[in-house]
């Protein structure tokens, strides 16, 4: 079974631009999740998608950050204008919402700089 | 609201030495918790889950117990190997059923010298 994907695994931009990244999930899963992990830190979420609808966007910088999951597969999230604060590594993830504790597995993440 | 405190690292031991990484946390209601282990250039993978209080989690060697009672899940392993470097994160599931999210720990990265 082919797991989440991520792409680009690496970015640099400069503050001030725009960048988006793109996460395929495990085929099947209805629920995606992309998380913000700062240097030092444990991730933290962003947005959460059940299929196509937003579950929880209450920690999303909705002045800089989108994201949007079409079709209920592929998401791309978003920043725009970037901060250098937003250098960290960007998670996404899938759970198939089987029972009541899913299991999330994570894709390998897009490491990004702004400089 | 619900959050994770792991101990401080980073964690330097010899290859066969116990080890423990402690993890608290706080919540309301009754959470799910895990152990979550990244592997230097790889995504974060699961190690271990516990759903309710009592319950042992274990996978490859390594064990948690789910603690009420000091509402803590401590991960153990009594003999590490050079393979077992990497970061482990402690955390726990936050919200209703089908809207859940994972809240981490700040990680705790693990050194085992040969």
């Known amino acids: 079974e082919a797991g989440v994907a991520q792409s680009p695994r690496y970015k640099i931009i400069e503050k001030r631009q725009s960048v988006a990244f793109w996460c395929n999930p495990i085929?099947?899963?209805?629920?995606l999740y992309w998380y913000q992990q700062i240097l030092g830190q444990g991730p933290k979420l962003l947005i959460q998608f059940q299929n196509n609808g937003v579950v929880d966007d209450s920690q999303l910088p909705k002045d800089r950050f989108s994201a949007e999951r079409l079709k209920g597969v592929d998401s791309t999230l978003k920043i725009q204008p970037a901060k250098l604060e937003d250098s960290a590594v960007y998670l996404c993830a899938s759970s198939y919402p089987w029972g009541y504790q899913e299991t999330q597995y994570f894709g390998p993440g897009t490491r990004l700089l702004v400089l | 609201g619900n959050s994770v405190t792991q101990m401080e690292g980073p964690v330097t031991l010899s290859e066969e030495a116990f080890l423990t990484i402690n993890c608290t946390y706080t919540?309301?209601?009754?959470?799910?918790l895990f152990w979550y282990v990244q592997y230097p250039g790889e995504g974060l993978q699961l190690l271990l889950k516990?759903?309710?209080?009592?319950d042992k989690g274990s996978n490859k060697g390594f064990e948690a117990t789910y603690r009420k009672e000091t509402t803590s899940f401590h991960l153990e392993k009594g003999s590490v190997q050079v393979s077992d470097s990497a970061v482990y994160f402690c955390?726990?599931?936050?919200?209703?059923?089908?809207?859940?999210?994972?809240?981490f720990g700040q990680g705790t990265r693990l050194t085992i010298n040969p």
């Open positions: 516990a759903t309710k209080a009592d």
């Open positions: 955390a726990l599931s936050d919200g209703v059923q089908g809207a859940q999210k994972l809240v």
């Open positions: 919540a309301t209601g009754y959470p799910s």
């Open positions: 085929s099947g899963h209805a629920t």
